[in-house]
């Protein structure tokens, strides 16, 4: 039986720590120094040029005059310094010869510049920042065309996503969504998208783009957020593919009801693996090489070639164990397979090697 999910309360993966948000969107960025480091880096760099003032300053002493005692010391050349370089000018130190004044014109005026750059340009940096990435966001979602939505990044939305990237998919392919900023964090830091909010409200699928989405991935720690989740993203998005995975078993009819084109229990697939390795453990490895891709042994599904059509599936190349054929999923054994056409599919059992992808099929699976 399902709990009843309370209004503003995200069923995924919420700490008793956050807060509430409603969506945010956060892109990956390159690696950048903390700000303290930036800050002191300008905060230095605008001494030096402080200091290359009044050295200038007092290597030409003699060509500034000073109201005050009609000669300029060291503290002067740095008092010249600073009201000048901070375009303060009281007028009391004054360069009176004409190598003086041309220091000026060449020397200390482009260096005034240069310190003003330096301080004015952090608070602009600051003050754009929150334009800057919002024309960012604006520009990525635009762009974003047949993407693939993970609801939930903790360890079996990481898992798929691993496994979905080893085939060739692109990161910047997937949006990772999540209530918890922490694990946004994380996301983007590996070079994922990510959208901070509550994947059962329709405006933060929205954010990540589901209704122009290729696949979507429901991750969700909870079954009943993962049917929320399910019914929403279906209603945005037609004719995505909906992967969903569930704790219980006996959830997983109510998540094809909603709009799931598959579902895998978790708990169930966990254990049959369990008992399978107490078995015999070299078949319970051979099962988890071979859901773990990129490695090994890999499963994947492919489409028939010319020269394989006409032929029996015992006859191909590859090691194959299923036929996919419209909506069925039949064995390699299946009397009804007979010979391979050209629009079946093949699971086959392959080496793992940097060209073997699954060539994915956009059409939805469902069982008869």
């Known amino acids: 039986m399902f709990h009843v999910k309370q209004p503003g309360h995200d069923a995924i993966a919420r700490q008793a720590d956050e807060h509430l948000v409603t969506h945010k969107v956060k892109l990956p960025r390159k690696v950048m120094e903390r700000p303290i480091r930036q800050v002191g880096k300008r905060l230095l760099l605008a001494l030096l040029v402080l200091f290359a003032t009044a050295f200038i300053v007092y290597v030409d002493h003699d060509g500034y005059r000073d109201n005050a005692d009609s000669s300029v010391d060291l503290v002067d050349a740095f008092y010249y310094a600073t009201v000048t370089l901070s375009t303060t000018g009281y007028g009391d130190i004054t360069p009176v010869s004409h190598g003086a004044r041309l220091t000026n014109i060449l020397v200390i005026t482009p260096l005034r510049v240069l310190f003003l750059i330096i301080l004015v340009g952090t608070t602009l ?10 024309w960012r966001v604006k520009r990525w979602r635009s762009a974003l065309r047949d993407h693939t939505v993970v609801v939930g990044f903790g360890t079996k939305g990481r898992s798929a996503i691993q496994t979905v990237c080893a085939t060739g998919l692109k990161k910047e392919q997937v949006v990772v969504v999540d209530p918890s900023s922490k694990v946004v964090d994380a996301a983007t830091a590996e070079g994922y998208a990510g959208v901070m909010g509550d994947a059962t409200r329709s405006e933060v699928l929205k954010r990540a783009e589901v209704q122009r989405a290729r696949q979507i991935i429901i991750a969700t720690q909870r079954d009943d957020t993962a049917v929320l989740v399910t019914l929403t993203a279906r ?6 593919k909906i992967v969903a995975a569930v704790r219980e078993e ?5 998540l094809q009801q909603s709009g799931a084109d598959a579902v895998i229990t ?12 107490v078995l015999s453990p070299a078949a319970g490895m051979v099962m988890e090489d071979l859901i773990q ?4 042994l890999d499963i994947i599904e492919r489409p028939v070639v010319k020269a394989e059509v006409g032929r029996r599936p015992k006859e191909t190349d590859d090691l194959v164990v299923s036929v996919v054929r419209g909506h069925r999923v039949l064995g390699y054994d299946d009397p009804a397979v007979g010979t391979l056409q050209l629009t079946d599919r093949l699971i086959t059992i392959v080496r793992a090697s940097a060209g073997a992808q699954i060539a994915p099929d956009v059409r939805p699976l469902r069982q008869d």
């Open 293 to 296: 891709q990129g490695s090994g």
């Open 235 to 240: 209603q945005l998005n037609r004719g995505a």
């Open 266 to 277: 978790s708990a169930s697939a966990a254990g049959r693996l369990l008992g399978l390795s």
């Open 125 to 134: 940096e600051v003050l754009t920042e929150r334009t800057r990435e919002e």
């Open 250 to 254: 006996e959830n997983a009819p109510l």
